[in-house]
Nanobody
């Protein structure tokens, strides 16, 4: 089973994108789901996480602009990204942790005029 991230693309500054992450098959419900990102030449950083009870945390740079959510019935994770900035440009990865750990393959987000 793999996680499939989608929804990335090219967007102008101030624009929005919605990322999705879903498993390719059946998995146990994840306790915590995460979004990470890695910009060229930089280390991967945690962007946001959400627990199975809906508690969320965000890195300071995206607070008020990004919203993480999940559909527990579908084991699907989302990241709504608004007011995008050039510095949000990165490959975005999803990760599920629980009985097992899974990583997605990444989806490219490019914010540029």
């Amino acid at each position: 089973v793999q996680l499939q991230a989608s929804g990335g693309g090219l967007v102008q500054p101030g624009g929005s994108l919605r990322l999705s992450c879903a498993p390719s098959g059946s998995i146990f419900s994840a306790a915590i789901m995460y979004w990470y990102r890695q910009a060229p030449g930089k280390q991967r950083e945690l962007v946001a996480l959400i627990s199975n009870l809906g508690s969320t945390q965000y890195v300071d740079s995206v607070k008020g602009r990004f919203t993480i959510s999940r559909d527990n019935a579908k084991n699907t994770l989302y990241l709504q990204m608004n007011s995008l900035r050039p510095e949000d440009t990165a490959v975005y990865y999803c990760r599920y942790s629980g009985r097992r750990e899974y990583w997605g393959q990444g989806t490219q987000v490019t914010v540029s005029s």
